[in-house]
């Protein structure tokens, strides 16, 4: 017997923050909405209490709050001769796993992406010419303007309570904050954090070498604060305890702490949580979609019916729901025909490791977000004209606290593993040890992208998502440029050893956790040819179909995501209570 | 002893009672006002609507569904749910239209008898646990509003388990002597020297509301006694004292951070968790601005106590010491080292009159099973805290919550390790975790 639920007006796929923020905004226009989470419920209260939360071997080492791959995992090679393998330990696919998504536990770092991240074919083209783009780079526009983004990321801020300042405000450019940034209308609705000692030293050696350095805009709440959605925040302690973690003070920036709690109060929202969706059901005629089927928690497999459905899980996980569904033509990496799976691509991350003699980095406190930044680096702020690349990287401080387990190995070169030296070199690098992170940008090229596995599967059976990728020219020249330049600024900064870093200088692998900014795969755009979704992230193919998240970004900015997919999932909100809803059908003709 | 005791003054309160006495204890005619032909499940029309709507208003300030609904049901008013006494469980009724479980063949003289006289449609005495003695302050008016909007509520067949509490509390004739003892069988008298706002406060706060049911303390039979609304143990709640008094109620407290408070479930300083979380969640929260205000108006014009404030324990008191370290290591994350908390999140614990009363018990409670704020409208995030029993031994308990009641200024009686071990015990929370 099929197990049916009542229809909803909306079904909505992983309630992260694209899940959450879109449910918010689409009960609040009156609409009934499910939102189905493959993890469980979490407490802020009871499940992340301060008194224990600060257990680094359970949330950290052990990853306690991500989808385990023993669950779901995907397949790696790095190029399309080689036969892909299933990453089965724990690695830079984080996916989340719990009511909350990844939102719940990221370190808040809540960027904007730059004007020209958006547009980048059209800005390259015009500033350089064609021939600034290597072989093969997939470069093309999102569809979407920063100008027409603008205010989705401004509600953005204030629903998360970012901590920041300002740097192009109205036009005018504000003193100590980030001069290279989109124009703002409105200033971030809490103050920055206060500077630690690692993020004043970066702050004075970046300036008297001529950058601009700022607070990064922090998604943990430098004072007491009540959302727009009447959701309070209390400030956050500086317990160093955020990436991996969950927040028990409701400080840090999470679906949990901002929006849930006024989902809640909803009696037309409802969430079926450890309930894992595995399709999305098509009309006989393949035009529209008329629910999905999921599997709950006793492994019954129910359908959930929806006049719209919305995916919202992770990134990864969105492409391999629409490959399971049948939906939209798959990439073809020989004829570069297709979309699904197409642009793919991660972050590319280069810096520094600075060893300093005697310092005091103090690194018992400390937030996810605590960084100064100089973005003179970044996007298209600086002239490319000789260098053979485009894009470039946010280069940054964190002062994050210690991780007395994750850092053990972040030691000067030619300290031993072991031993009486080694823990001699630990105690002294507590206060003397930590690195310069070049967040860069990532372009998708057509040799890369992400299908069905034709031989591994999950727990039921479902072909795995296989990863082709590898770093493109691009990627690497972009990468070695800025570990020259996190190098010089380590040396102003006065470690006393500075290392290189430059995860692009090898092969890309899974294990190497560079960051775990995952883009691409169902992109958005402007071309049914080159991009699954139109510039309202909706599917070309069926228009009642959403797709949410990075999945959506035809290539990566020097930033962390979460604020743009913040933006584009209200954006997308946007579209459907004022737009589809009066008149269901797509919203962009071709 | 007690039992005998009890047993005892039962019996000489029924000989001595006389017989007027009683007659007028029970004289329910001032419910004859009410039609006796209609019943409950004979359905309304169009024209009810505007009383119906008034109605749900008086449900909602009496609470209503707060015990005639099992925890965690979806069937509002069905009962089921065990109120427990110190004398047994006491299960509310189905109070919904249906004719067979519920009350769908009464009328609503009968229904006024029972809300207002605690009678059943037998005549039979209903347990105190039903709050007539507040509610027979409840008008008329608002009486039938209430009675048109309990006959629009969605029949549910739901047959509740019958009361049986032991000898001789299963007598419930002998109600009549408690009524005799502690019912004051009149209505709402306003005061003609006090404004229209402290009158409605007053009403309110007497009648539907029935906040004496918890915050005024009882004597041995369960009757309010004279401190009125001057806290009282709930057994593992301390209800605590919303009188004037400056140290344990609420005389420091404006009149708009006492309506903060009903509104949102939390204001400057404290955060209603327990069942006053569930009261505000249910009730106050719904409640107009103009009533909350008269609500406050009222309670800030009532006495408090004679007591005087303790002086507070010397910061050299062993207790003092050792609360201080627990208190830094595992509060102040969220109550910060100045006890101020954060404002309609984390409580308060300076100057917070709730936690200054003689009476530990919700401390205690908190701190062992940790507590959840009031989810309202308003304010949706209900900041919550974990419990700490698996953590604290009860020395710790006892030393921390001491040191709460006697820091930054306030000023309370020392909490013992043995009050302590008692409500674990009582909360069946389990030891602290053994060290390795």
Redesign the interface.
């Given at each position: 017997m099929k197990n049916v639920r009542p229809k909803a007006d909306v079904a909505i796929v992983g309630l992260g923050w694209c899940g959450s923020l879109i449910a918010e905004e689409l009960t609040r226009a009156g609409l009934n909405v499910v939102a189905i989470e493959r993890g469980p419920w979490f407490?802020?209260?009871?499940d992340f209490?301060?008194?224990?939360d600060t257990d680094e071997l359970r949330w950290d080492t052990r990853r306690g709050m991500l989808l385990p791959p023993a669950v779901e995992t995907s397949t790696f090679r790095n190029n399309s001769n080689q036969k892909a393998l299933p990453t089965r330990d724990w690695n830079l696919n984080e996916m989340g796993y719990n009511v909350g998504g990844s939102g719940t536990h990221w370190a808040g770092m809540a960027w904007r992406f730059t004007p020209f991240d958006l547009e980048p074919y059209t800005q390259t083209v015009k500033r350089y010419g064609e021939k600034q783009i290597t072989d093969g780079l997939i470069l093309q526009d999102w569809g979407v303007t920063y100008d027409e983004l603008e205010p989705f990321y401004d509600r953005f801020e204030k629903i998360a309570g970012v901590s920041g300042k300002a740097g192009r405000l109205n036009g005018e450019t504000i003193p100590d904050g980030n001069p290279f940034e989109g124009n703002r209308s409105s200033e971030y609705p809490l103050p920055p954090l206060e500077g630690m000692r690692l993020t004043d030293i970066f702050r004075d050696a970046t300036k008297a070498m001529g950058y601009h350095p700022f607070m990064v805009p922090a998604g943990q709440a430098s004072r007491?604060y009540?959302n727009p959605?009447?959701?309070?925040?209390?400030?956050c302690?500086y317990?160093g305890y955020c990436l991996y973690y969950g927040c028990?003070?409701?400080s840090k920036s999470s679906p949990n702490?901002c929006v849930i709690?006024?989902l809640?109060?909803r009696e037309n929202f409802t969430v079926l949580t450890e309930s894992a969706v595995v399709r999305v059901n098509k009309a006989a005629d393949g035009k529209t979609a008329t629910g999905v089927t999921y599997i709950d928690r006793n492994n019954q497999e129910w359908e959930q019916p929806a006049d719209i459905v919305v995916l919202s899980a992770f990134q990864m996980q969105n492409v391999r729901l629409l490959l399971l569904s049948k939906i939209g033509q798959p990439y073809n990496p020989i004829t570069k025909t297709g979309v699904v799976g197409r642009a793919y691509s991660f972050q590319t991350v280069s810096g520094a490791n600075l060893f300093f003699e005697d310092e005091n980095l103090n690194q018992f406190i400390g937030a996810g977000a605590l960084s100064q930044q100089i973005d003179d680096f970044n996007g298209d702020n600086f002239d490319h004209s000789e260098l053979g690349f485009i894009g470039g990287a946010g280069i940054l401080v964190v002062a994050r606290g210690a991780r007395p387990i994750g850092n053990a190995d972040l030691l000067p070169p030619g300290t031993p593993r072991w031993g009486k030296d080694w823990k001699k070199a630990y105690t002294h690098a507590f206060q003397n040890a930590t690195f310069i992170f070049g967040q860069g940008t990532s372009y998708s090229h057509e040799d890369y992208y992400l299908d069905l596995d034709p031989e591994y599967t999950d727990d039921y059976g479902l072909p795995l998502l296989r990863v082709t990728f590898d770093y493109n020219e691009n990627d690497r020249r972009s990468a070695k440029f800025i570990e020259e330049k996190s190098v010089a600024i380590g040396k102003a900064m006065g470690a006393k050893t500075v290392v290189g870093t430059n995860s692009a200088s090898g092969h890309y692998s899974p294990y190497n956790l560079a960051s775990d900014h995952t883009i691409g795969g169902a992109v958005m755009g402007t071309d049914p040819k080159t991009s699954v979704l139109n510039r309202y992230q909706q599917s070309w193919d069926m228009h009642n179909l959403f797709v949410l998240g990075a999945s959506s970004f035809p290539n990566n900015a020097g930033y962390n995501p979460t604020g743009t997919i913040g933006a584009l999932s209200l954006w997308t909100a946007k579209a459907i209570i004022e737009q589809y809803l009066k008149n269901p059908g797509p919203l962009v003709k071709v | 002893m007690k039992k005998i005791k009890i047993i005892g003054s039962l019996a000489v309160i029924a000989a001595a009672v006389a017989a007027v006495l009683l007659w007028r204890n029970g004289d329910a005619s001032a419910d004859e006002v009410a039609d006796n032909q209609i019943q409950m499940k004979q359905p309304l029309s169009q024209r009810d609507a505007a009383a119906v709507a008034r109605g749900k208003y008086i449900a909602i300030a009496g609470d209503c569904v707060a015990c005639h609904t099992a925890p965690g049901s979806k069937q509002p008013f069905s009962g089921g749910y065990a109120i427990s006494t110190p004398f047994g469980d006491i299960f509310a009724s189905n109070i919904t239209p249906d004719a067979e479980t519920g009350i769908g063949n009464w009328t609503e003289r009968d229904f006024y008898r029972a809300v207002r006289h605690g009678k059943g449609k037998e005549g039979e005495n209903l347990y105190p646990a039903m709050p007539y003695n507040a509610y027979v302050k409840v008008s008329d008016k608002d009486m039938h509003d209430l009675w048109m909007y309990m006959r629009s509520v969605k029949p549910v067949r739901s047959k509740v388990p019958e009361t049986q509490l032991p000898f001789p509390y299963n007598i419930r004739l002998a109600m009549m002597g408690w009524n005799l003892l502690f019912f004051d069988n009149s209505g709402f008298t306003p005061d003609p020297s006090q404004s229209d706002a402290w009158n409605r406060g007053a009403y309110l706060v007497q009648g539907l509301e029935h906040c004496a049911a918890c915050h005024t303390a009882k004597n041995l039979l369960g009757g309010d006694t004279r401190a009125y609304l001057q806290g009282s143990n709930l057994g593992d709640w301390h209800a605590p004292d919303i009188t004037s008094d400056p140290h344990t109620g609420i005389g420091q407290w404006s009149e708009e951070q006492i309506v903060q408070y009903l509104k949102l479930g939390s204001n400057h300083v404290a955060v209603a968790s327990g069942p006053m979380a569930e009261a505000v969640t249910n009730s106050t929260q719904h409640l107009s601005d103009d009533d909350l205000q008269a609500i406050a108006s009222y309670l800030k014009s009532l006495p408090g106590g004679d007591k005087q404030p303790p002086q507070p324990l010397a910061a050299s008191h062993p207790q003092m010491k050792s609360g201080e370290n627990i208190y830094s290591?595992?509060c102040t994350?969220?109550h910060n080292s100045n006890g101020k908390g954060?404002?309609?999140?984390?409580a308060g614990l300076a100057n917070n009159p709730g936690l200054q009363a003689d009476d530990a018990t919700s401390i205690i409670t908190t701190i062992l099973q940790?507590g959840?704020g009031a989810?309202t409208?308003?304010?949706?995030?209900?900041?919550?805290?974990?419990?700490?029993a698996w953590?604290l031994s009860d020395q710790q308990v006892a030393a921390v919550a001491t040191y709460i009641r006697n820091a930054w200024g306030n000023a309370a009686t020392p909490v013992s390790a043995d009050e302590v071990a008692k409500q674990r015990a009582k909360l069946k929370l389990p030891e602290q975790m053994p060290e390795r």
């Amino acid at each position: 017997m099929k197990n049916v639920r009542p229809k909803a007006d909306v079904a909505i796929v992983g309630l992260g923050w694209c899940g959450s923020l879109i449910a918010e905004e689409l009960t609040r226009a009156g609409l009934n909405v499910v939102a189905i989470e493959r993890g469980p419920w979490f407490e802020t209260a009871t499940d992340f209490p301060p008194s224990v939360d600060t257990d680094e071997l359970r949330w950290d080492t052990r990853r306690g709050m991500l989808l385990p791959p023993a669950v779901e995992t995907s397949t790696f090679r790095n190029n399309s001769n080689q036969k892909a393998l299933p990453t089965r330990d724990w690695n830079l696919n984080e996916m989340g796993y719990n009511v909350g998504g990844s939102g719940t536990h990221w370190a808040g770092m809540a960027w904007r992406f730059t004007p020209f991240d958006l547009e980048p074919y059209t800005q390259t083209v015009k500033r350089y010419g064609e021939k600034q783009i290597t072989d093969g780079l997939i470069l093309q526009d999102w569809g979407v303007t920063y100008d027409e983004l603008e205010p989705f990321y401004d509600r953005f801020e204030k629903i998360a309570g970012v901590s920041g300042k300002a740097g192009r405000l109205n036009g005018e450019t504000i003193p100590d904050g980030n001069p290279f940034e989109g124009n703002r209308s409105s200033e971030y609705p809490l103050p920055p954090l206060e500077g630690m000692r690692l993020t004043d030293i970066f702050r004075d050696a970046t300036k008297a070498m001529g950058y601009h350095p700022f607070m990064v805009p922090a998604g943990q709440a430098s004072r007491a604060y009540v959302n727009p959605l009447g959701v309070r925040m209390g400030p956050c302690t500086y317990c160093g305890y955020c990436l991996y973690y969950g927040c028990g003070n409701f400080s840090k920036s999470s679906p949990n702490a901002c929006v849930i709690p006024a989902l809640m109060q909803r009696e037309n929202f409802t969430v079926l949580t450890e309930s894992a969706v595995v399709r999305v059901n098509k009309a006989a005629d393949g035009k529209t979609a008329t629910g999905v089927t999921y599997i709950d928690r006793n492994n019954q497999e129910w359908e959930q019916p929806a006049d719209i459905v919305v995916l919202s899980a992770f990134q990864m996980q969105n492409v391999r729901l629409l490959l399971l569904s049948k939906i939209g033509q798959p990439y073809n990496p020989i004829t570069k025909t297709g979309v699904v799976g197409r642009a793919y691509s991660f972050q590319t991350v280069s810096g520094a490791n600075l060893f300093f003699e005697d310092e005091n980095l103090n690194q018992f406190i400390g937030a996810g977000a605590l960084s100064q930044q100089i973005d003179d680096f970044n996007g298209d702020n600086f002239d490319h004209s000789e260098l053979g690349f485009i894009g470039g990287a946010g280069i940054l401080v964190v002062a994050r606290g210690a991780r007395p387990i994750g850092n053990a190995d972040l030691l000067p070169p030619g300290t031993p593993r072991w031993g009486k030296d080694w823990k001699k070199a630990y105690t002294h690098a507590f206060q003397n040890a930590t690195f310069i992170f070049g967040q860069g940008t990532s372009y998708s090229h057509e040799d890369y992208y992400l299908d069905l596995d034709p031989e591994y599967t999950d727990d039921y059976g479902l072909p795995l998502l296989r990863v082709t990728f590898d770093y493109n020219e691009n990627d690497r020249r972009s990468a070695k440029f800025i570990e020259e330049k996190s190098v010089a600024i380590g040396k102003a900064m006065g470690a006393k050893t500075v290392v290189g870093t430059n995860s692009a200088s090898g092969h890309y692998s899974p294990y190497n956790l560079a960051s775990d900014h995952t883009i691409g795969g169902a992109v958005m755009g402007t071309d049914p040819k080159t991009s699954v979704l139109n510039r309202y992230q909706q599917s070309w193919d069926m228009h009642n179909l959403f797709v949410l998240g990075a999945s959506s970004f035809p290539n990566n900015a020097g930033y962390n995501p979460t604020g743009t997919i913040g933006a584009l999932s209200l954006w997308t909100a946007k579209a459907i209570i004022e737009q589809y809803l009066k008149n269901p059908g797509p919203l962009v003709k071709v | 002893m007690k039992k005998i005791k009890i047993i005892g003054s039962l019996a000489v309160i029924a000989a001595a009672v006389a017989a007027v006495l009683l007659w007028r204890n029970g004289d329910a005619s001032a419910d004859e006002v009410a039609d006796n032909q209609i019943q409950m499940k004979q359905p309304l029309s169009q024209r009810d609507a505007a009383a119906v709507a008034r109605g749900k208003y008086i449900a909602i300030a009496g609470d209503c569904v707060a015990c005639h609904t099992a925890p965690g049901s979806k069937q509002p008013f069905s009962g089921g749910y065990a109120i427990s006494t110190p004398f047994g469980d006491i299960f509310a009724s189905n109070i919904t239209p249906d004719a067979e479980t519920g009350i769908g063949n009464w009328t609503e003289r009968d229904f006024y008898r029972a809300v207002r006289h605690g009678k059943g449609k037998e005549g039979e005495n209903l347990y105190p646990a039903m709050p007539y003695n507040a509610y027979v302050k409840v008008s008329d008016k608002d009486m039938h509003d209430l009675w048109m909007y309990m006959r629009s509520v969605k029949p549910v067949r739901s047959k509740v388990p019958e009361t049986q509490l032991p000898f001789p509390y299963n007598i419930r004739l002998a109600m009549m002597g408690w009524n005799l003892l502690f019912f004051d069988n009149s209505g709402f008298t306003p005061d003609p020297s006090q404004s229209d706002a402290w009158n409605r406060g007053a009403y309110l706060v007497q009648g539907l509301e029935h906040c004496a049911a918890c915050h005024t303390a009882k004597n041995l039979l369960g009757g309010d006694t004279r401190a009125y609304l001057q806290g009282s143990n709930l057994g593992d709640w301390h209800a605590p004292d919303i009188t004037s008094d400056p140290h344990t109620g609420i005389g420091q407290w404006s009149e708009e951070q006492i309506v903060q408070y009903l509104k949102l479930g939390s204001n400057h300083v404290a955060v209603a968790s327990g069942p006053m979380a569930e009261a505000v969640t249910n009730s106050t929260q719904h409640l107009s601005d103009d009533d909350l205000q008269a609500i406050a108006s009222y309670l800030k014009s009532l006495p408090g106590g004679d007591k005087q404030p303790p002086q507070p324990l010397a910061a050299s008191h062993p207790q003092m010491k050792s609360g201080e370290n627990i208190y830094s290591v595992n509060c102040t994350a969220c109550h910060n080292s100045n006890g101020k908390g954060i404002a309609n999140l984390a409580a308060g614990l300076a100057n917070n009159p709730g936690l200054q009363a003689d009476d530990a018990t919700s401390i205690i409670t908190t701190i062992l099973q940790g507590g959840r704020g009031a989810v309202t409208q308003g304010n949706p995030t209900s900041g919550a805290m974990p419990s700490f029993a698996w953590k604290l031994s009860d020395q710790q308990v006892a030393a921390v919550a001491t040191y709460i009641r006697n820091a930054w200024g306030n000023a309370a009686t020392p909490v013992s390790a043995d009050e302590v071990a008692k409500q674990r015990a009582k909360l069946k929370l389990p030891e602290q975790m053994p060290e390795r």
